[in-house]
Nanobody, 126 residues
Framework: AQLMESGGGWVQTGGSLRLSCTSTGLTFGRRTMAWFRQAPGAEREFVAA????????HYADSVKGRFTISRDNAKNTVYLQMNSLKPEDSALYYCAVDNSRLILSSLRVAGYYDYWGQGTQVTVSS
């Protein structure tokens, strides 16, 4: 199974980007799909998730109202639409998928996810 992110890049403050994460060898089904990010010198932090295939949607407070997570089952792809970007959003963004065992209280913890992409860099200039 492999996850591949794309869509990162450089953008000015207030701009938008859409990240994609495509899975090969792994169907999303009822899995939880999430986006995390990691800035240099910082811990990996939760950004957004579709819990159990989309039963519920969750966002970090820092991105709520600006970012939208979605998925396309036919393409086995999960997206992260990022609007009104700020310099503090600059980071390496990762998608992550679990083995359908993650519980809601563990949604925001990176260690509970089983599959990870290699990341796509997002840089927001001021």
């Amino acid at each position: 199974a492999q996850l591949m992110e794309s869509g990162g890049g450089w953008v000015q403050t207030g701009g938008s980007l859409r990240l994609s994460c495509t899975s090969t060898g792994l169907t999303f089904g009822r899995r939880t799909m999430a986006w995390f990010r990691q800035a240099p010198g910082a811990e990996r932090e939760f950004v957004a998730a579709l819990f159990r295939g989309g039963t519920s949607i969750h966002y970090a407070d820092s991105v709520k109202g600006r970012f939208t997570i979605s998925r396309d089952n036919a393409k086995n792809t999960v997206y992260l639409q990022m609007n009104s970007l700020k310099p503090e959003d600059s980071a390496l963004y990762y998608c992550a998928v679990d083995n359908s065992r993650l519980i809601l209280s563990s949604l925001r913890v990176a260690g509970y996810y089983d599959y990870w992409g290699q990341g796509t860099q997002v840089t927001v200039s001021s």
